[in-house]
């Protein structure tokens, strides 16, 4: 009777933990849709001031973590806080509180900042609060910091509006936005090398500690899909004549959003061979695909010729209006282009012939000071080389001397040669007594041939 007692408890027990496995994992799962709906809250006819739907984002994505289901997991009570229990939705939320760290700070340093103008107040207190000790229980506690961390961006997004205009609005520029993405690529490379991690701290990596690594991934690629989809919508207007832009960050958004989305009813660490999957190399299939293409993002972001800033109607419609004279300036350039061609030719020859003799010169130098290895003075143990004034530099006078001379002499006799050359071009074939000199092998007199001789 008491064995099947006991065997009857440790049954209960069993499915009790079961049941509560699956609980936590359909909860895990409606916990990771994030309530946000960018179209409706900010529809297409309404123009948005730049800035507030990426920092509406920020705050919505705190906010959930905050007060839906069990709240902020990483500082609860040590009898049932994560170190003993469950402790997947724990890793998440320290991962979507890095990746909303650094946008922050991106934000507020880059993407609403140009030269020396101060940080906006309400960006610069929400970075603060956000980097508040995440583990911390009381006096004050982690979710009251992070709560004042979400009101600030709620005030930067009042004041966006036309009425106030107390917050900076984002500069749409492009190389500012490269920052955004530098950060977000190299956090998907420390997800990347965690996801293939086979040891800690000097010791083989547990089973029960892989899914870590596992769910802290997915917290970075939650925030940077959602944050994606904002920046879409930001930037619309600078990524219009940008044809490789928009597709992209498509591309990238749906493999982060599918990271973030993936939930396995238990994180397994199979063999790439064996019978159970890995779960961290399938959710590391998604992230890496999400870096090399974020790589491309920055590529085509560093090559954006267009200064991405807002341009009123008209002054746009002023720049695209063409000049009726513009056509006619064209003309004359050509025409003036076509004068000045005849008097510049030979110049590449002249200068490929004066660079030619300057090597000629300096070869005999080069082939003795290879044939005898270092020279004296960098020799080891060799005195220092002494002042041109000194006795070593009157013994090298003569030949500087005669290599400058034989120098002059070469480069008048190229440029008296070319000057020949061009007078033979330019000089109109005559007929009569100097043409039949020429035939029987007779040599004109020339400037250039007196010169030779």
């Excluded at 609403?112 to 970075?127: E, G, M, R, V, Y």
Aim: glycine residues 8%.
């Amino acid at each position: 009777m008491l064995r099947r007692i006991l065997f009857n408890r440790i049954a209960l027990l069993v499915v009790l933990w079961l049941g509560g496995i699956v609980a936590l994992h359909f909860g895990q799962i409606r916990h990771d849709r994030l309530p946000l709906d960018l179209a409706r809250e900010f529809p297409v006819g309404e123009p948005a001031p730049p800035g507030a739907q990426l920092a509406t984002t920020l705050a919505v994505i705190m906010d959930h973590e905050l007060h839906d289901g069990t709240g902020w997991r990483p500082n609860d009570f040590f009898l049932w806080g994560p170190e003993l229990f469950a402790d997947n939705n724990a890793n998440r939320q320290l991962g979507i509180l890095q990746a909303v760290r650094r946008t922050v700070q991106v934000m507020k340093e880059h993407l609403t900042k140009i030269s020396s103008d101060p940080f906006d107040p309400n960006l610069d207190k929400a970075d603060n609060d956000f980097r508040y000790d995440e583990e911390r229980l009381w006096y004050p506690s982690a979710e009251s910091r992070f709560r004042l961390g979400v009101e600030a961006l709620q005030a930067y997004v009042r004041g966006l509006r036309p009425e106030l205009q107390t917050s900076k609005p984002l500069n749409l520029r492009h190389m500012e936005l490269l920052r955004l993405f530098q950060a977000w690529s190299d956090m998907l490379g420390d997800a990347h090398a965690n996801l293939y991690r086979t040891e800690v701290d000097g010791r083989p990596l547990r089973p029960w500690e892989s899914d870590d690594y596992f769910y802290h991934a997915q917290g970075y690629a939650h925030v940077m899909a959602a944050c994606l989809r904002a920046i879409l919508r930001e930037y619309a207007a600078s990524f219009a004549d940008r044809q490789a832009l928009v597709p992209l960050m498509d591309e990238v958004e749906r493999s982060l959003e599918e990271a973030s989305q993936l939930k396995p009813l238990v994180v397994l660490d199979g063999s790439p061979a064996g019978l159970l999957a890995n779960h961290r190399r399938n959710l590391d299939a998604y992230i890496s695909e999400a870096r090399q293409k974020m790589y491309s993002i920055r590529e085509e972001l560093e090559r954006s010729p267009r200064r991405s800033i807002l341009v009123s109607p008209g002054v746009e419609d002023a720049a695209a209006a063409p000049d009726p004279g513009d056509g006619r300036r064209a003309d004359r350039e050509t025409e003036r282009v076509d004068d000045d061609l005849g008097a510049h030719l030979g110049v590449g020859e002249g200068v490929h012939a004066v660079l030619d003799i300057v090597e000629d010169v300096h070869q005999p130098k080069e082939h003795e000071a290879a044939a005898g290895g270092d020279t004296p003075q960098y020799r080891r143990g060799s005195r220092p080389p002494e002042a041109p004034g000194g006795r070593q530099g009157r013994r090298r006078g003569p030949a500087v001397r005669r290599r400058k001379r034989a120098l002059e002499h070469e480069i008048a006799g190229v440029g008296a040669r070319l000057d020949g050359a061009r007078g033979e071009e330019r000089q109109p074939v005559k007929d009569g007594p100097e043409s039949a000199d020429e035939e029987d092998g007779g040599e004109p007199a020339s400037a250039g041939s007196d010169r030779l001789v």
